[in-house]
């Protein structure tokens, strides 16, 4: 069974948010059970984690021989695995690749740009002069993208590890109007999130989470 490493908990602005939840989805969608290991700080630090993840971040995966990191990377391998995310023919194969690369290649550098820029810089003085530029970036590939889905509802003729991909690095943006703006992109997203496999993993996601600060109250209140 693959072993999926993910955090045991993180502040309340990633939870949701985490790269892990990439692969609870593409696992979801494929139907292959999996289990976790929820690290923390310390565990990101250890030889043993670095050993898997050789820049100490989440996820990673184990099964058997293979070790695997990278959410883009294993989104692929569970597609491989999967019609549900992966079409038969070779073209189709291709394409797919192609908008999970476009995903993480084109769409996910600007949009991290910007939001490193109001998430963990908003309080320094050269954040809001740098803001307008990196959100024009943005908007430039938000644009071209809404421009290539038109009427479609995915970016093929049909939903693959393409739109997985795609749809998350979107979520990314939720703290802004930039994806409500573009009706087309909305509609996409909410498409996306509408699916049952997207539900189960987020909620996947979060339960340790809730768990981990259920846990943390309840000493609070036993040491008072």
Request: glycine residues 4%.
């Amino acid at each position: 069974m693959i072993t999926l490493t993910a955090f045991r908990w993180v502040p309340p602005f990633a939870q949701g948010q985490v790269r892990d939840l990439r692969v609870r989805w593409a696992l979801e969608e494929a139907g292959i059970a999996y289990r976790e290991r929820l690290i923390g700080t310390k565990d990101q630090a250890s030889p043993e984690y670095r050993a898997l993840q050789p820049f100490g971040q989440v996820p990673a995966i184990e099964e058997g021989e293979l070790k695997l990191f990278e959410s883009g990377a294993i989104v692929l391998e569970i597609a491989e695995r999967s019609t549900a995310l992966m079409p038969s023919d070779a073209q189709g194969r291709a394409r797919a690749r192609a908008w999970t690369l476009a995903a993480l290649n084109t769409l996910e550098p600007p949009i991290m740009q910007l939001a490193a820029l109001d998430v963990f810089h908003a309080d320094q003085p050269w954040a809001a002069p740098a803001r307008p530029t990196a959100q024009q970036a943005v908007c430039k590939r938000l644009d071209e993208l809404a421009a290539w889905l038109g009427e479609r509802d995915y970016l093929e003729d049909r939903y693959t590890a393409g739109d997985l991909m795609m749809a998350s690095v979107l979520r990314i943006l939720h703290n802004t109007t930039l994806v409500a703006d573009r009706p087309t992109l909305q509609a996409y997203r909410d498409r996306c999130e509408a699916r049952p496999a997207f539900g189960k993993a987020l909620a996947a996601q979060l339960r340790p989470f809730a768990e981990y600060e259920a846990s943390r109250a309840s000493s609070q209140r036993a040491a008072g």
